[in-house]
């Protein structure tokens, strides 16, 4: 999958939760979402984003997340 509409998608989630008062509960949520409800391959597709440009174009808050919580790729 393109990798700017996965990060598009990833940052539309990260607005979402980044709305609420805990940063790590926000962070915590854009995880748990994108675990639940990615398939497999649009989490790899944007796993291999991640690690080739750090992640280039996801808010802060999204990039700092799945970069914690490697639980997301699986």
Request: avoid cysteine.
């Amino acid at each position: 999958m393109d990798a700017q509409n996965l990060v598009r998608m990833a940052n539309r989630i990260g607005d979402f939760f980044e709305a609420m008062p805990d940063r790590q509960e926000a962070m915590s949520g854009i995880v748990q979402h994108i675990s639940r409800y990615w398939e497999a391959r649009m989490r790899r597709d944007l796993h291999k984003h991640l690690e080739s440009s750090g992640g280039n174009g996801l808010k802060e808050i999204v990039a700092e997340a799945l970069a914690e919580d490697q639980s997301w790729k699986a």
